[in-house]
């Protein structure tokens, strides 16, 4: 999967999942716009994109704001000409019981993962649909906006917001020629290792230790490089079909999710009282009730 001449941004790309991703893409012949809060982080990367042969440059900025995501496309096109992919994976976690998370805590997560994808992807959309040549924009989501996250009511909120982001702009942006998909990673990071099940698993990791097969297999837990060839083959030409998707990745496993769907419906002549919906969610829809929180995470209770 060749990318040569095509221009990408990642954002958050300093480390962990955001770093994996720009090197694959410049990997495959991208160059890179390596966005990162961190002068440092984000200048490492570039250097070893650089010393492979890949072409980068860094722009540091904190996403979310108008005027960041502006400056990541100007760097783009003032560095390299052009653009052609977005990856907008900049994210924090500020994870905390729904009674106990503060305003500040909650903002804070929605400013740099939902307001910053928007603002991104606004400026990238703009630009790619006055270029005329089409383009990709990936988005980056979570199981936890998929099923709910004890302890993560801003995160959850705001992958799930990304998802919903990801289908509306794939039929908004579709005459132009730009696809727009939401990646569901698994991987273990920085945030994983704040999951306690997992939290060795990552301190092994750091050490070098390989994931184990049944964090592979049953968790579908890897590491960052596990999750970046899916980035790269959204960029391609191989996907130009494929828009409007949440599609998830982590160690062995790869899925596909379904977009929301309806279960179930009935019908009552004239409307129904509170009496007969107790009825009828007995005797009918109780069954098919769904419960919340990632299959993985049931299990481990």
Request: hydrophobic share 50%.
């Amino acid at each position: 999967m060749r990318l040569d001449g095509r221009v990408a941004i990642v954002t958050g790309a300093g480390r962990s999942l955001g770093r994996a991703y720009a090197l694959a893409l410049a990997a495959a012949g991208a160059a890179v716009v390596v966005n990162d809060v961190d002068a440092a982080s984000a200048g490492a990367v570039v250097e070893e994109i650089r010393a492979a042969g890949g072409s980068a440059t860094a722009a540091v900025a904190a996403v979310g704001s108008t005027a960041a995501a502006e400056e990541l496309v100007r760097a783009a096109v003032d560095e390299f000409g052009r653009l052609d992919i977005l990856v907008a994976n900049a994210g924090v976690l500020r994870d905390r019981v729904l009674w106990k998370m503060s305003d500040e805590e909650f903002d804070l997560v929605v400013e740099t993962h939902l307001r910053g994808t928007f603002t991104c992807a606004r400026a990238a959309a703009s630009f790619l649909r006055e270029q005329g040549e089409g383009g990709r924009i990936v988005l980056i989501g979570s199981p936890a906006g998929q099923f709910g996250s004890f302890g993560q009511t801003n995160y959850a909120a705001v992958k799930a917001g990304i998802v919903a982001m990801a289908r509306t702009w794939s039929l908004e942006l579709a005459r132009a020629g730009i696809t727009v998909n939401a990646v569901v990673p698994t991987a273990l990071s920085p945030m994983t290792a704040t999951i306690p099940a997992y939290a060795q698993a990552w301190e092994d990791h750091l050490a070098g230790l390989p994931v184990p097969a049944e964090l592979r297999r049953e968790k579908a837990l890897g590491t960052p490089d596990d999750v970046a060839p899916l980035v790269v083959w959204l960029a391609s030409e191989r996907a130009a079909g494929v828009t409007g998707q949440a599609i998830g990745i982590g160690g062995d496993r790869l899925t596909l999710y379904a977009h929301p769907q309806v279960l179930d419906t009935d019908h009552r002549d004239g409307g129904w009282s509170a009496e007969e919906i107790d009825a009828a969610w007995a005797d009918r829809f109780a069954a098919q009730a769904q419960p919340s929180g990632p299959p993985s995470r049931r299990e481990d209770a």
